[in-house]
Structure formats: C-alpha cells, structure tokens
C-alpha cells in the first residue's frame, strides 16, 4: 500500500470514528438544516484539515483527543455563528471571487487616531462612502497593556476591545453597520505572540505548568543560545536577541520582537485549538477578512532561521480549513514582510486568499528616488502573478516601516548592487542624500550591518513637506503629482488597492510623537499622528493641496470602480522603450487598458508603435483626462504624468 493510499484511507476512518462523537455531542443542540450544513462542509474539508493536523500533531500519543477537541470547537463555534453571517457564508461560498470586483477599494486606520473610539468609527462610514470603501481595516483594538504595546500588537485578550474604544458589543453592531453601507470589516489576528499580561502568560507567571507550555520558556540559556546561533535579531537597537529572562519564573522566555510579546508554542496542539478559537470567535463577530501577522515566525525548529518554515503555513492552512468549515466567508490576508520568493508562498486559496504586495510598495518609492523604472519593472514582470482565485493587497504605505525587500538578484540583473541601493535609499529618504525631496526618519537603523528601515507620512516622503516648508511652488506641485502617481498605480494594477486612511488629503509628519515617552523611541509614530479634521474640511477645495490630492483620487477611484478592465489581478508588466515610463496592461471583462506612468519630473516621449501594438488600436481615449489621442509624433507625458488608455479607433 502506497503513503497516498493508507493516509486515503485512514482519513476516511478516522472521520467515520469523530463524526458520530460530534453529533452525540452538538447535533440535538442545532437546527437539523444548520448541523447538515456543518456536516457537508466537515465532509468536504476534513481530508486537508486531517493532513496538515497529522503532520503537526500525529506524534503526539492522544492526537484523536487533540484531533476531535479542534473538531468541536469548531462546531461550537458553528453553533454560536449568528443566522446573517451564515447568509453571508452561503453568499461568499456562491461567488468565491467577490473580492476580485474593481470596486473593492481598502482603507485603513487607528480607530483612536481617526475617530476617537469605535462610535466614531461609526459616525464616519458616510466619509467612507463618499471615498468609495469597500473594505475597512481597523488596526489592533483588544485589550492591551497600557505604555508598551507594540500600538496594539501586544493583545491581552482577543475577546475583549481595549475600553477606550468601545466593547465587542459595539464592535458586532459597526461590522452589522458597515456591512449595510457594503463595507467588509477587516481586523488583525495577532497569532504569533500575546502579550504577557494576557491571562495565559499570567497563569504561565504564576508557576501553571499547562499555561508554561503556551510559551517558549527554558529554565538556563542553553537552548536560548543554540536556537539564537542561527536566529536574526528583529529590532537590533531595542534589545539584543530573541529571549527575555523573567525572574518571577526564572526562565527565559521566547519573545521575537519586544520582551512584553511571548511568542505562542504551536508544537503544542492545545495552543493551536485555543488559538481557532479565539479566530472563530472574532468571525462570529463579523469580521470578513484577518490580517495574519507575523505569519513568517510561528514555527520554531532548532538549527534554523525560525522564519517561513514549512510548519508555519501548514498551521495557516489548516487554520483556512477550520474557516471553510465554521465560517466560510472568512478570508486570511498575510503579512509577510520577507524575501519576495517568501511572501509568494503564503497566498493561494488554501493558505491565504489575500496578501500584502510589499515589494510593489518599497519599489513604487525606490522608482521615485532613482527616477528609473527598470528594477519595478523587472519585479513586477516576474513576480506579480500569483494563483487564481487570489488578490495582491497594494498600497503605498502603511501604518508600519518601508522596508527594502527587493530580491538582490532582481537588482543584479539590471545592474544595481543591492546592498550599496539599500544605503542609497535609506539616505535619500532621511533626507541625507544631497538633492533629496523625501522627509522621513530612519526605523531600527542597524549599526553593525547599515541596515535601516524608512518612516514617514506618504507626503513628506513623496516631497511635500520640503516644498512647503520651502514655500517653493514646482517643488509642491512635484510632490502632488508624485503622491497621485503612485496611488495611480495601486489603483490599476490588479488586487485590491488600499489607503492608509490620512494619504488622502495629504497628511505630513507629526514630530510631536518624541514628547511622548512612550512613543519617542519608535519612529513609525511620525506617520500615525491624529486626523486632523481641519484638513479633511478643506478636501473639497481644489485650491488647496488637500483638495488637489483628495479629488485627484476620488476622480482615479471613480474611474477604476466604473471600468471591467481593474478587476480581477491579471496584469501584464511590458516594456515601454523610455527609461523612466513604467506599463502594463489590464484587461477583464471585455475591456483593454493599458496604464502607463512617468516617474521623471521631466516630459517624456514614447513611440506611437509601442502604444499602438499594448493599446490595440490607433486612436484612444485617456480615461484619467478624458482626452482623445491620436499619437501623431509619438506620445508625450508630462512630468509625473499617468494614463489609463482604451482604444477608440
């Protein structure tokens, strides 16, 4: 018998051994068509699901336990599933590509720093609406120490909103809410790391063996020292290593990024169930979309980097299984700020359906600094194809640090060294390169190595803040036109575009944040400052840079959500002949476009043959300025200038 062959067919028993121990326990309490539902979907889903567990988990002598107690969780959590979010997973399972539409458009902000609480959050979906939302990401709103928090990223308890904000109660009612205005909640599943006030650290603290094993603690340095032989230090200048001594215990505790998040020990089956639980329970919420987080370091191995391990995404996939069974119109979004051939391998339907496009973002800002297209193009060209029925996440920035992820062999191949690039860009977006436009700060910058990564508001790093401190016009209009360009981009290209909420009326650095004690060793907070609702008012000006900015989005927004072409993520990366001209095509739907844009804040030239062959046709019809071109002499760009063109003739 063939490995293929005897897992077939222990799947098979070991499902016919559980489902009756399941009924016995939950099918008297639910609705006969609601258990039948579970029931199909169990079916259907448990041969993967019973895979990657067995691999996980199957040397752990009461593996069935472990195996049918994840099993009744999730249908508990089925049971507990409100009847409209079951309508919801009938809707999703109907039309799995709903989020490939072209009128998807992400925004994302703090709920403290945008509105004040999640009742704020509420008043402003008509400001959503009028952006054109389809899809709201609320960064981290659970319960969270105070001070050191990592903004939210170390979580106290996944059930419970940090009450300054609100109460899960009110969290429900606003996904109910946005849900009605055709708005998808989206919240991050911080599943790498709690914090160690979180009620299992604390038990952990307080001598519990069980809760001990949730972690990774040692009683010596001894397996701190060899795991870290082979480990990277993650923020250099915070603190040395991956281990924290906590003298309560006397142990050393595993803790990644800061010494107040302990990083969950998925080698521990129970740790996994109560994990999806806890997603499950943010499902029942109403939450359509997770952002995973730290989806690269979640399985540990001695002898390795402890990043991407093949482990890691067997726990995301059979996290994704749990939610095709209990919550099917769940979707996973990764955040996997790694190697571009790393982050490729989190996204397919059935790891996560959504990803973060990292290496567009820091490549959008690379073409900016060099005026070049030629390393975005050879990236794009090759790496922006990813499975059917996925979507890439694009953005311009975030609420986190730019990173240069390119792959060295990319930059290689036309003729850039990747290390020396890296120290180029980190000069010119601190502004220390002579004749830079950018204003950011640098974030971890790493002595030993030179390593450093970029902070900063999208204008003052798209040149903004300069030119208006500088009180210098063309510099001014420069960064508007730079600000549109890229967002141009993310607009057109296929996947899901999204707004760090703030980019769009063109919000500068707040420097206040190094008054505050408790941000002033942290960077990123010069890009996470207040709304400034003066500045919002004045978005219907178009004299304004805030106005110019707003309504030059509003108008590409329009236009992506009313053209077939920006659905779905089929792109095709071509060459333009200039230079300094980024192109590609998008066609869906029956419609052609093909986008060009100019990085170079001098006018440009493409040859009308190159036009016509992409464009297929000899007249066409810019959708972004309503002109019609008939590319007598070849084609003329301005500075900074983009086109959506669709032949008319």
């Not at 992400?106 to 939302?133: H, M, S, T, W």
Request: charged residues 20%; glycine residues 6%; hydrophobic residues 40%.
């Amino acid at each position: 018998m063939t490995d293929a062959m005897w897992l077939h067919r222990h799947t098979a028993r070991s499902l016919e051994r559980l489902l009756p121990r399941l009924e016995a326990r939950f099918a008297a309490q639910a609705d006969p068509a609601d258990w039948a539902a579970f029931r199909s979907r169990l079916e259907r889903h448990f041969p993967r699901l019973f895979r990657l567990l067995l691999h996980l988990y199957g040397s752990h002598y009461d593996f069935f336990y472990h195996l049918e107690e994840i099993l009744a969780s999730a249908a508990r959590a089925w049971l507990e599933r409100p009847a409209r979010l079951k309508a919801l997973d009938v809707q999703r399972e109907a039309d799995p590509d709903w989020f490939q539409s072209q009128r998807m458009l992400g925004g994302v902000c703090y709920v403290d720093l945008f509105a004040g609480n999640l009742e704020g959050i509420r008043a402003k979906i008509p400001y959503f609406q009028e952006l054109g939302l389809a899809y709201l990401h609320l960064m981290p709103l659970f319960a969270c120490p105070e001070g050191d928090n990592d903004g939210g990223y170390a979580v106290s308890s996944y059930r419970e909103v940090n009450p300054k904000l609100g109460t899960m109660a009110q969290l429900a009612a606003l996904a109910e809410d946005l849900r009605a205005a055709g708005i998808s909640l989206v919240l991050d599943f911080v599943f790498n790391h709690t914090s160690d006030e979180h009620e299992w650290a604390q038990r952990a603290l307080a001598g519990d063996p069980e809760y001990q094993e949730y972690y990774y603690m040692f009683p010596d340095r001894t397996m701190p020292d060899a795991y870290e032989k082979t480990l990277r230090e993650i923020f250099p200048d915070v603190r040395p290593g991956s281990f924290t001594y906590r003298p309560e215990i006397n142990r050393w505790v595993w803790t990644t990024f800061y010494s107040f998040q302990w990083d969950l020990n998925y080698s521990n089956p129970v740790v996994f169930r109560r994990m999806a639980e806890e997603m499950l329970f943010l499902a029942n919420q109403g939450v359509e979309v997770l952002r995973l987080d730290a989806v690269a370091f979640i399985w540990k191995q001695l002898g390795t980097s402890c990043e991407n391990l093949p482990e890691a995404h067997m726990i995301i996939q059979a996290f994704n299984a749990l939610a095709r069974i209990a919550a099917p119109a769940l979707l996973f979004k990764s955040e996997a700020i790694v190697h571009p051939d790393e982050v490729a391998r989190y996204i397919s339907p059935e790891e996560c359906q959504l990803s973060y496009n990292p290496l567009l973002m820091a490549l959008l800002w690379e073409t900016l600094a060099t005026r070049e297209v030629k390393l975005l193009h050879a990236s794009m060209r090759d790496r922006f194809r990813i499975s059917p029925g996925c979507a890439w996440v694009n953005y311009v920035r975030c609420h986190d640090d730019i990173g240069w992820t390119f792959d060295d062999g990319d930059a290689a191949r036309v003729g850039i060294n990747g290390f020396h690039h890296r120290q180029f860009l980190n000069a010119f977006y601190t502004g220390r390169f002579p004749g830079s436009f950018a204003r950011g700060l640098p974030f971890q910058e790493n002595p030993k190595t030179g390593d450093a990564r970029i902070s900063g508001t999208c204008a003052s790093l798209a040149g903004l803040e300069k030119g208006l401190r500088e009180q210098n016009p063309l510099e001014t209009d420069h960064a508007v036109r730079r600000i549109l360009l890229i967002h141009s981009v993310i607009l057109s290209m296929g996947g899901i575009p999204l707004i760090y909420l703030g980019d769009e009326v063109a919000t500068l650095n707040d420097y206040s944040y190094a008054n505050d004690p408790a941000k002033a060793a942290d960077s990123r907070w010069v890009h996470r400052p207040y709304a400034d609702w003066q500045r919002y008012q004045r978005r219907h000006d178009p004299t304004t840079v805030e106005g110019r900015v707003y309504q030059g989005l509003k108008r590409l927004i329009a236009l992506r959500q009313e053209n077939p072409a920006f659905a779905g993520h089929d792109t095709a990366v071509i060459e333009t002949g200039n230079p300094h001209v980024f192109g590609y095509v998008r066609q869906h739907g029956g419609q052609r476009v093909l986008a060009l844009a100019s990085f170079s804040e001098h006018p440009q030239t493409l040859a009308a043959s190159l036009v016509r062959i992409h464009g297929l046709g000899y007249i066409f019809q810019d959708l972004v300025t309503g002109r019609t071109l008939t590319l007598d002499g070849g084609l003329q760009l301005e500075p900074y200038q983009f086109l959506w063109l669709v032949a008319v003739g």
